[in-house]
């Protein structure tokens, strides 16, 4: 089993930064690839970004590109987003989940573990 705990979010103006990061215990993760998903009110979940097992590839949404970045750091068991530039449409719930391969996939249903979330808003 792994547990991963999210922090970082809040409040924040429009063109703001946030660092969102995800804790894991229980096991390693260096050998799973990570992903970022968020969801608002009324619409799908969505992956935002993800990172294979020592960050040599990421994934962005076309949404994010250029101004969010995914990191990891596996002697910590944690993973980062860096938030730049942030928007009003950004304003979400943001949930770390943990992919039991060391190769990321962007279908959220492979996805083995999920964590609770941290609520992103980001005013205009």
């Known amino acids: 089993q792994v547990q991963l705990v999210e922090s970082g979010g809040g409040l924040v103006q429009a063109g703001g930064s946030l660092r969102l990061s995800c804790a894991a215990s229980?096991?390693?993760?260096?050998?799973?690839?990570m992903g970022w998903f968020r969801q608002a009110p009324g619409k799908e979940r969505e992956l935002v970004a993800a990172v294979n097992w020592n960050g040599g590839r990421t994934y962005y949404a076309d949404s994010v590109k250029g101004r969010f970045t995914i990191s990891r750091d596996n002697a910590k068991n944690t993973v980062y987003l860096q938030m730049n530039s942030l928007k009003p449409e950004d304003t979400a719930v943001y949930v770390c989940?943990?992919?039991?391969?060391?190769?990321?996939?962007?279908?959220?249903?492979?996805?083995?573990?999920w964590g609770q979330g941290t609520q992103v808003t980001v005013s205009s």
């Open positions: 229980g096991r390693p993760i260096s050998n799973y690839a």
């Open positions: 989940a943990a992919y039991g391969s060391r190769w990321y996939t962007v279908d959220p249903q492979e996805y083995d573990y």
